[in-house]
Every structure is written in C-alpha cells, then in structure tokens.
C-alpha cells in the first residue's frame, strides 16, 4: 500500500495510524506546507519513520512533497501525480488544515483511493471511499519506545523494572505504613539508628536491601536520605500491577525534540517518574513524599507536558504527607483547596493524603487513566486472600 501523510505539529494525531500500518506500506509520502517550521517537523517525521523500520528491520521507501495551500499550480500539480491510481492508496490527514485535506482527500476518492479518520477518544479510524465508509479498531497500539520514537524522542533512561519487583517485599514493607515510614526518615535523618532498632526492628533488613542503610544501619549519608523519593516512585509503579496499561516506565528520563521545544514551554531533557501509555494515549504520574516541594509548579509542570502530547493526555499526582497536629496554624497540606481547584481546572489528578490506601489509589487511578484492573488479576488477587485467611483460621 501507498500511505500519504499531511504533516503538521500535533503529531500524536496521526502517528497511531502511521504505527497502525507499519510493515504495509511500501512507499510513504509526507506532505508538509511550504513555512520552514512545517519542513522541520516533516524532515524530523522522515528520520523518526527510518528510525522505527530499521528497529524492525523493515523498508520503506520515503517522500516528501512541499505544497503550498494557497497555490491553484500545486494542487493542479499533485492531482496529476495520483491521477489513474489504484485503490491502494490511503491518506492520513488527522488534524491537518481544513484545505489541505479537503482538496487531496477529493483528489484521492476521485482516483479510486481511500481516506483514513483516526478516532483519538475510541482509538479506531473510518476508511472512507466513494462508496461510504467502514471503521475500523486499531489492533496495533503503540508501546512507550515507540511512541517516543516517532514522537521525535529520545528515553535516555528509565529504572530497572525486574530491580523494582525483586525488592517488592521491602518496599511494600517500607511505604504501606505511611506514618511509620515518615518517622524512620526522621530518625535515619536525626542518624538515632539505636532508636529506630528498638521501635523498629522489623524494617532494618529491608532498609538495608534498599540501599538506604549500610550494614551497620547507619544511613548512607544525603544519597541515602533522597534514595526515599526513588523508592516511592518504585512502590508506586508496583501499586499499578493488574491495570490493563499496553506499556509503563518508571524514572524515565526523556530528551525532547529542539523544535518543540523552541515552541512550549518545555524543558530540552525531562524526567518521568512513572510513564504510561494505553490504546496510543500517553499518560504520567509525578509522585511527591511531602516534603518543600511547589505544588502549584508541580500542577503547570504537568499541565504543559499535557498539553505537548495532545488531549488525550492523562496525568496523575501521588502526594503522601506526614499528618501534621490541627494546633499548629501553618499546618496545611502541599495540596490546599486553591491548588486542588488549579489542579482541576487543568483536568490534573490529585491523590493526595497521610495514609495510603491501595484501594483509593486504585479508584484514582481508574478515574485519572480511564483503565480498569485485568479481571484475571482481581481473580487471582482474591483467591490469595480467601487462602491466607484460611490458613489464618487453621492456625
């Protein structure tokens, strides 16, 4: 098949179908508008589309067409290239200029081919002819790696996940207390490590196992101390086991394309703490320990990196404090009602509090990502219950 792309800055738009065809397309040709930034991202999609077929060992043979809108000598032009084609050719021009795609979408129906309308909300896309129109649900979604290639991207790093799993028991251990949690911190910072082994003694080994602590459980200085924010990332990225997400990345350091960045206020290198992506809609979650960090920059941070990656965008921040006393008048949580309202308003997730709850996280998570947890998962989650309180009454 011949694929045919209107290239414009809104990527996420028309990259799913791109994805969706990969392996069938013998010749891609990019349309792009005749303005420098257009030629940019279009010569920016070409090394992307390379990128992508080479990572699967497959070829493709790639085109780029400038046109300009407003010329009769183009339009005339391009109508003669296609004209006498056969039904094998598709053109992709989600989101495109309303009168780029209406003159080629009547160029390429009046030649026998066929116009491709992604869906972003239910992931799926019309093929429109000149007989009407069938949808069709994209089966091909993209995983993370993907995503960021022909987004232009690069991951430069991202946290061991099997790392992660093997020290599930101690982070479970560490982070499901939130309150006991928050004294040891207080204490390993306080260096009272006699103190922490008489309250206690039950954690020292997981401590160690984390790295926080040497083998005389003495904290391992600064490193030690701030390891605490990296560890939360991991036990949440773990708290996500059973939810239906296609790919998930935790502490994923990200370069971003310089034209984008040039044009939003986005940083040239951004971290991740935990990145998701589900049926080619991209989604982040920022987890605080809540310590002095700037809530309000937290939510614009978010909001922005949204914005870049399209509507679709979903982003969720974990936010667990120590519970301070009523008394003291200053005590107020990072995220008050006026952040919580900016954090709405940006349609931000907030999951704030001073006890975690793996059942309220979930319902956050379901309501900030809109995926539910694999049924087989819940199955198999409740039969482990029913077996230890089985054996808890044998005993």
Not at 19 to 41: M, N, P, S, W
């Amino acid at each position: 098949m011949e694929l045919l792309t209107i290239v414009h800055a809104r990527k996420i738009e028309y990259i799913p179908i791109i994805y969706a065809f990969i392996g069938k397309v013998k010749r891609h040709i990019l349309f792009f508008d005749h303005a420098k930034q257009e030629r940019a991202i279009a010569e920016e999609l070409k090394v992307s589309i390379e990128k992508l077929y080479a990572k699967y060992n497959l070829q493709t043979e790639i085109k780029m067409i400038k046109i300009d809108e407003d010329s009769k000598k183009d339009m005339q032009q391009i109508a003669q290239v296609f004209e006498g084609k056969s039904q094998d050719i598709y053109l992709n021009g989600a989101g495109a200029d309303t009168a780029i795609f209406t003159v080629l979408s009547s160029i390429i129906l009046r030649n026998h081919g066929k116009v491709l309308a992604y869906d972003n909300e239910d992931n799926s896309y019309n093929i429109i002819t000149q007989n009407g129109f069938t949808n069709e649900k994209i089966k091909k979604s993209m995983n993370l790696e993907d995503f960021m290639i022909l987004m232009g991207e690069e991951i430069l790093d991202e946290m061991n996940k099997g790392e992660i799993l093997a020290q599930r028991d101690a982070l479970n251990l560490l982070f499901l207390d939130v309150k006991r949690m928050f004294d040891i911190r207080f204490l390993l910072k306080q260096r009272k490590t006699k103190e922490i082994k008489k309250r206690y003694p039950q954690i020292l080994e997981s401590l160690k196992t984390l790295g926080i602590v040497n083998d005389e459980y003495i904290i391992r200085g600064q490193e030690g101390f701030v390891k605490f924010g990296y560890l939360f990332e991991a036990f949440i990225y773990l708290q996500l086991d059973g939810f239906d997400f296609d790919d998930t990345k935790v502490g994923v350091k990200i370069r971003f394309d310089k034209e984008q960045v040039a044009r939003r206020n986005i940083e040239v290198t951004n971290e991740f703490d935990i990145l998701i992506i589900k049926e080619n809609k991209i989604g982040f979650i920022e987890c605080k320990i809540g310590d002095s960090h700037d809530p309000l920059g937290t939510v614009y941070k978010s909001d922005s990196i949204m914005e870049y990656f399209g509507e679709s965008a979903s982003s969720l921040i974990v936010n667990i404090e120590r519970k301070k006393y009523s008394k003291n008048k200053k005590s107020k949580m990072n995220f008050g009602a006026s952040v919580l309202f900016r954090a709405e308003t940006k349609k931000v997730s907030v999951y704030n509090t001073f006890n975690f709850s793996r059942n309220s996280f979930r319902n956050k998570v379901k309501e900030a990502f809109g995926v539910d947890i694999k049924p087989e998962f819940l199955e198999a989650e409740n039969r482990k219950s029913l077996n230890e309180l089985a054996n808890k009454w044998k005993r």
